[in-house]
């Protein structure tokens, strides 16, 4: 498959990239200055859904648009560009990924709701401040027919406003352990789940969760019992693509903002896109988003064809992405000076975002000590 | 001085400090609302904080290398080095923290005439006038001499038209010193330096929300402003050598701020590290940070022998800014998610983030990287063009 | 072509190749000494290596997509293909290297006169005569079009006086493709691509040697040359235009070298990493490998696509070279004091630093780094000036 | 003490700065281009016995000039802007260090040599191609009235010429332990030693030695018996301190040369270093060096205040070194263009020389990690 977006794929993205857009970064604004709870619009989902987008990584059978990581990461780009703050990436791309491998039960009660737009998914995985999942420490306790889970949960994104939350929890062995991670389905309005949602520097919003014996039925349990890990590795990497398209949507549109203010800019009686340092600057930053870019529908390809070393290829392009973004917005905010130091401008709205999804799903250090260890080093 | 001299005026010192530096007055500043401005309308912490100011004051000792009859301490830089060493030692705070002192009184003492330094100089050693800086315009950045701000000559009053941008505390500032075009004609010889009252008609200010948070900056509008003509400083169409003969104080005393104090470590303040591509990163910036804490050190010494560089302090802000943005993105990786909260209570509303966000002005503020880089490559390194 | 019919090629291809390509050119090209360069006094390492030449020549496979009337094979791309694949499949090495084939011949077959290509593309398609490229001088470097080499009118010769640098195995190429200054009022404008023969009296050569030790470069002197005056291609004045048309044809080669081959991993190839701060750097420069080398597919498929930007090869080359650079200072440090050896047996002669220093060179080389940012900035990105 | 040079320091830098200077690189190319077995010259080091300069670290009691680490680290800073191939690293800094330690008999056979110039001396520490010090396995058996060694080294430089070897043995606990180390004072012609002389890049020479049971006596042993760690750590800190001058005064003549072309060369009608990017690249790299100038002055000076954190400030120091030197090279290089690939040209040189003294006693990466545990992370 060579690597570039097929004819259907560009439509895709002439489709989405306008509809976002058409707003931009006003529309995060607006949700911000007006201090929206939510931090994200109810209405821009539901149009998700409507628009089959909810429900992109559902196979048609289950009335889903039954599309691909390639296809999720052109929606993510675009959100990046625009700053859109959306249940996508934690929802219809991670929670489905899970939600894909539920019994029926699971399934039937929820992944309609999903399609629809009408429910929203929190990841809980994260115990501390850096992502680590291995060391997952809530504790899963076998209790009647089903279990009672103790311990906490941070940095759930949009936790606060999630009907479902996947919830990662150790039913065996010690936190740094592979073995021994359930993952169960736990709605959010459940008994003895404390939920603290917190604003985050990007606007958006995350949960805090205190578990204290929230009780579950044996039919929560999504996967197998105390063998959790390959699934939750695959949230968690459907989660790193999509995180790194968002990433390359972040930094594309800094880039352009960046280089547009070069070429209207002036400073000592020129544009100061004539300063050969700054020149060298933006195209190396080029340079390095056309090559997060190839690495990230790289990643999302791999995914899709279900292939061996699919992780491998989500580690680079999240690191990747990530570089690329967070010197994209650097770079972005030096090159505007004054400016872009103020609220005034989009810039920083970009710096923000890119620091969030640096750290959503484990950050560029992080993937490359996993792609190092991947690799036997 | 002879060591003798010195050892009797430090005595005095220490007991005249010991009286009259209120107990309140040692204690560490906790935040900006320790911190005394003075102003027409000046706000204190405590009565304490008045009692501070007013005594130090009388003494001149706000000022203290400054005459006495500009409302100085007169007193010479020996002295006033044991001053500020007997201050610190018992944790006294700066009575008065002014733009005037730091900022204006330098450019009065090296430019002013004898009645601009003996009707100004008083009042800000005083803390009874609390002043602003109006260089910055939107449309000049880095290319500061640019400026579009007009001073239009009417006899017997300049009338001033146009717009400043990053004014610190335009909106607490009782008066502004000012650059503004008097000369459309030329470029740097076409400015003039302009002292006015901020209460003048046609003069209002807004401040500017960063992307960090709300900020002492202000954009400030003159709207036919008018100006008496004696409150220039320096002659007509001369103001941009006072302004450079500021801004190399400035860069400076910015260059010279927070330099060489304490460990430098960044690992040493994290609790944990687990993750072995952080802690590599965290140790490479340890050694970036003990060598700028040498180079701060021998900057200092050399300052003080006289060996520095005149451009050398460009090369400090460089490194410096520099520096601090990699320690700001650094702590926010080590921080992880809890340092990305903005406003929770347990993130001291989003103290770190804030901390990062700001970080990122440094080398923009006070001369850009750029610019720096430019000066060192032309005025140490010689480089053509 | 239908499939039918590619089956029946593909299927001649095979057998033909199977019945004539020797045994002993099947086997991996072990150095330098095992590649066929051709030329009026051809090594061969071995005769099969001659059979092999001669026989690909005589079907015109050197050049199998050249017309048949010029030496070439005068197959579609389609059938270039096949044949490649066939030969890959079984090993083969390639039975000609010739910057004639790869350089002069696009050339000629763009701007060459009949005459012209009916006389030197089936020598080159042969590998009877060796070329060699005469563009950079010393004085030129990145600013190619100030070149100064001289070729003045004589009536029925021009006389070439003048030095030319980095003249890949001059000293053993037989002709040259030149550029040569034919009117010195103008810059590009004024230079003339110009063919002659080494052996020439007043050409003589000198290899140059590099801080990694020898090298095929040479410093070629032109002393009152003599060349016919049919011996130019495209108009006089107009070389420029040549030069650029293949400038952009070697960028594009060179940035498709070693493209997308094999796990890009330097990891992996190493075999203790104790140092955990090394190891991060390589954790990290894995990711830029295994990036770039999705850079790389993406680039062929676009390129193929014909969906690449023209000015991508710049930023292909620029971000390939930088890498390479850095790929073989980790790989110095992870071979720490064992690489520094330079002329011992256990080292192979001192390979790893040897490659590592001639690693710098390819930032350099083909269009430094510098300008290939240019040419990003401008072309792809618009900037002004 | 101010951090700048006092002006007796200042007399000692115009004393070898000009004395070294006058052939320059030349010197190297000489002993290289003639293929010299040594790679550096008896003759000069014969003058640096006279001078005091071999004896720089040596009190004026042992016949020495009693200077300090300082002192030796502007001779190292000449040597490094001159390419002077000298044994002055290996014997007047590292060598001395430990022999100062050495009890009478050993100080008092090798001492007087050292401070004429007429013996040297080589470091055997490392063992494998990375310096890891407490990875040291060569073992040392007692044997009758002395110590029998057997095990290798390498990267001994200038071992091949040396007449003393200064050689870390093991005499108990495992490869990988600070304790259990001790230290031999061996002379090159002991009988089972064998000695295999490599040229590295830089055409200096290092030495690969194999020990078969080599006999020394009890009195070979420089300090205590399995007690060496200490010592052995302030020898190769003394190596750091000194190496990280040498390469100040690589990076430092690397500029110069640079900042020369950048003046001359022309290119596209002017002098490129008019060009912007060139100019900012320049002036980044003055930066690095003056820092990494200060760091390498204050270690010097914290170890000849023998302060507690002098080892600190002496990984600081080399790590700073190398990684200006290093930039200051390939900076150079680079923006030579291509004659900067020539062998023709010193820069190559500087380059070379850059790598040697990167790996010598630990590189950047290393001294870091150092830094770090010393920091308790």
Not at chain 2, 151 to 160: K, S
Not at chain 2, 253 to 264: E, K, T
Not at chain 2, 350 to 355: C, E, I, K, P, Q
Request: charged share 25%.
């Amino acid at each position: 498959m060579p690597l570039y977006l097929t004819d259907d794929q560009i439509m895709l993205k002439d489709m989405v990239g306008p509809m976002l857009g058409e707003e931009g970064p006003r529309h995060l604004r607006r949700l911000r200055d007006g201090h929206d709870a939510a931090g994200w619009s109810r209405e821009l989902w539901a149009r998700f859904g409507e628009m089959g987008l909810a429900g992109v990584l559902v196979p048609e059978t289950a009335g889903g648009s039954g599309l691909g990581h390639v296809e999720a990461g052109i929606v993510l780009e675009a959100i990046g560009r625009n700053l859109t703050p959306s249940p996508f990436l934690a929802t219809a791309v991670a929670g489905v990924t899970v939600l894909a491998a539920a019994d029926d039960a699971v399934r039937g009660r929820w992944l309609p709701d999903v399609v629809t737009g009408s429910a929203t998914i929190g990841i809980a995985v994260d115990e501390g401040a850096k992502h680590r999942p291995a060391a997952i420490a809530l504790r899963a306790e076998r209790s009647g027919n089903g279990f009672r889970l103790t311990g906490s949960k941070t940095f759930v994104v949009q936790g606060g406003t999630a009907d479902l939350l996947i919830v990662a929890a150790r039913t065996a062995g010690a936190a740094g352990e592979e073995a021994g991670i359930t993952l169960f389905a736990v709605p959010r309005a459940s008994e003895g789940l404390d939920v603290e949602s917190v604003r985050l520097a990007d606007s958006g919003m995350a949960a805090r969760l205190a578990f204290d014996g929230v009780a579950v039925d044996a039919d929560a349990v999504i996967g197998e019992v105390d063998g959790g890990w390959g699934l939750l590795s695959r949230m968690l990497d459907a989660g790193r693509a999509g995180a790194a398209a968002e990433l390359v949507g972040v930094g594309g549109a800094a880039l352009d903002l960046t280089v547009d203010y070069l070429k209207t800019r002036r400073q000592f009686g020129r544009e100061i896109g004539t300063f050969q340092a700054l020149q060298f600057r933006a195209a190396h930053l080029y340079s390095e988003l056309e090559i997060a870019r190839a690495a990230t529908l790289k990643a999302q390809q791999m995914l899709d064809a279900e292939h061996a070393d699919a992780p491998k290829w989500v580690a680079v392009a999240k690191a990747k992405a990530g570089q690329a973004a967070t010197l994209a917005v650097q770079e972005g905010v030096q090159m505007h000076g004054g400016i872009g130091m103020t609220d005034e401008y989009d810039i920083g709205l970009y710096m923000k975002r890119d620091r969030v999804l640096q750290e959503w799903f484990g950050d560029a250090a992080f993937q490359a000590d996993r792609l190092a260890v991947m690799n036997g080093f | 001085m002879a060591v003798v001299d010195e050892d009797v005026f430090r005595a005095e010192v220490r007991d005249w400090l010991e009286a009259n530096c209120p107990a309140e007055m040692r204690a560490p500043v906790r935040g900006d609302e320790d911190l005394c401005w003075g102003g027409r309308n000046p706000t204190f912490s405590c009565p304490e904080q008045k009692v501070w100011l007013d005594r130090m004051a009388a003494k001149g000792w706000t000022v203290p290398d400054w005459p006495v009859a500009y409302g100085g301490g007169g007193l010479t830089p020996a002295e006033t080095k044991i001053l500020r060493a007997e201050m610190k030692a018992i944790g006294a705070r700066s009575p008065l923290y002014s733009f005037g002192i730091s900022m204006l009184g330098p450019a009065l003492l090296e430019y002013g005439s004898e009645a601009q330094k003996l009707h100004y100089l008083p009042q800000i050693a005083r803390g009874e006038i609390r002043w602003c800086q109006g260089y910055s315009e939107p449309g000049a950045g880095s290319d500061l001499a640019s400026l579009q701000t007009r001073a239009d000559d009417r006899g017997d009053h300049w009338l001033v038209n146009g717009q400043k941008v990053w004014t610190s505390y335009a909106d607490k500032a009782d008066w502004i010193f000012c650059l503004v075009r008097t000369d459309a004609t030329e470029k740097q010889k076409g400015i003039t330096f302009l002292l006015f009252d901020m209460a003048s008609p046609g003069v209002t200010t807004k401040p500017i929300l960063l992307i960090s948070g709300s900020s002492p900056f202000c954009e400030t509008f003159f709207d036919d402003v008018r100006v008496p003509k004696d409150q220039v400083v320096g002659a007509v169409n001369r103001g941009w050598d006072v302004a450079k003969y500021l801004l190399g104080h400035e860069r400076e005393m910015i260059s010279g701020m927070g330099l060489a104090a304490g460990d430098p470590s960044l690992g040493r303040t994290l609790t944990d590290i687990g993750d072995p591509g952080l802690r590599a990163l965290v140790a490479a910036f340890d050694v970036d940070a003990y060598a700028f804490q040498a180079m701060s050190e021998r900057f200092i010494d050399e300052l003080k022998a006289g060996q520095a560089h005149p451009a050398q302090p460009s090369m400090m802000k460089y490194a410096g800014t520099e520096l601090n943005k990699q320690r700001s993105e650094l702590a926010m990786a080590a921080g992880g998610s809890d340092a990305l909260e903005w406003d929770s209570a347990r993130s001291n509303t989003g103290a770190a983030a804030r901390t990062w966000l700001r970080s990122k002005g440094n080398s923009i503020e006070g001369g850009t990287s750029e610019i720096q880089l430019g000066i060192v490559a032309k005025r140490i390194l010689a480089l053509p063009g």
